[in-house]
């Protein structure tokens, strides 16, 4: 199995940009979650979804973020318009039930100049 | 609120020996499941090992395992014959059994000297 996967792993754009980050979960697995990882809050789930819907998005900081999972096998989380304190590491991560562990993808690291 | 609490930010092994890294938690569910991630420079989070709250034999993974005190709320990590490989942040992590969200700690930089 390729585990999951995210592009880009690495992204450089300027305030004001849109940005959009995608995930392809594990084949099977049908929760999908989007953390955030920086130096001062460590890791923060944005949302998650469970066969595709959103259950909960209590973590997504403001409007300027949206996340949509169109089908089982792929997920985009969107800011519009990019700020410089959205400089982190996204986490994309999916698993096949509530008692299974998570596994993550490779993470892309966002920095927003 | 279910909070995970690492209280060593940093600590150092030589390679062979064993380290410690502690984890304690709080929560009033008694349906949870822990969980160990290393994330080694290539930022990658890697599960080590995981823990349901209902057996109580502590959970072994080769050269990683638990030491699970549930009434002392507390989950740390053994690591044997440390490898140079092992040098990475761990964190722990709390789930309740029917939620979906991983409360995690704020992690400890593991160094492994020769």
């Known amino acids: 199995d390729a585990g999951v996967i995210q592009s880009p792993r690495h992204e450089v754009t300027e305030m004001g940009q849109e940005v959009t980050l995608r995930c392809k979960p594990i084949?099977?697995?049908?929760?999908l979650f989007w953390y955030r990882q920086t130096m001062m809050r460590g890791l923060e789930l944005l949302i998650y979804f469970n066969n595709n819907v959103p259950i909960d998005d209590s973590g997504m900081p403001e409007d300027r973020f949206s996340a949509k999972m169109p089908n089982a096998s792929f997920s985009t989380l969107k800011i519009q318009p990019s700020e410089p304190r959205d400089s982190a590491v996204y986490f994309c991560?999916?698993?096949?039930?509530?008692?299974?562990?998570?596994?993550f993808g490779p993470g892309t690291r966002l920095t927003v100049t | 609120a279910q909070t995970v609490t690492q209280s060593q930010p940093e600590m150092s092994v030589q390679e062979a020996e064993t380290v410690t890294l502690s984890c304690t938690y709080d929560t009033s569910e008694s349906d949870y499941y822990l969980f160990w991630y290393k994330q080694p420079p290539s930022r990658q989070m890697i599960l080590v090992i995981r823990?349901?709250?209902?057996?109580?034999q502590n959970a072994t993974e080769n050269r990683f395992s638990v030491n699970f005190q549930k009434a002392a709320k507390s989950f740390s990590l053994k690591i044997s014959d440390s490898q140079l490989g092992d040098a990475a942040m761990y964190f722990c992590?709390?789930?309740?059994?029917?939620?979906?969200?991983?409360?995690f700690g704020t992690g400890t930089r593991l160094q492994v000297t020769l």
């Open positions: 084949s099977g697995h049908n929760s």
């Open positions: 823990q349901e709250a209902y057996k109580q």
């Open positions: 992590a709390y789930k309740t059994g029917t939620a979906s969200k991983l409360t």
């Open positions: 991560a999916s698993r096949t039930g509530e008692h299974s562990e998570q596994y």
